[in-house]
């Protein structure tokens, strides 16, 4: 078994080879996606406050349209 750390496992608990390689390949995809999100580039002269296109619609001066 693989030295696992603390925060991998339950304290006494003995994880099987299939449930360590599970968590390694979780913890592969989250650091892909989040260099993925990373590289993005930074967005610019967006819109300022809240997101615009809450709840599916879009939302401008307060007005709110549905498309």
Known sequence: MSKM???DTTPGKTLT???QRALAEAKARRAAQQAQLEARP???????????????????????YDF
């Open 5 to 7: 750390t603390p925060a």
């Open 17 to 19: 080879p299939e449930a």
């Open 42 to 64: 930074k967005e610019t002269d967006g819109p300022q406050g809240a997101e615009p296109t809450r709840y599916g619609d879009w939302e401008s001066g307060g007005i709110t």
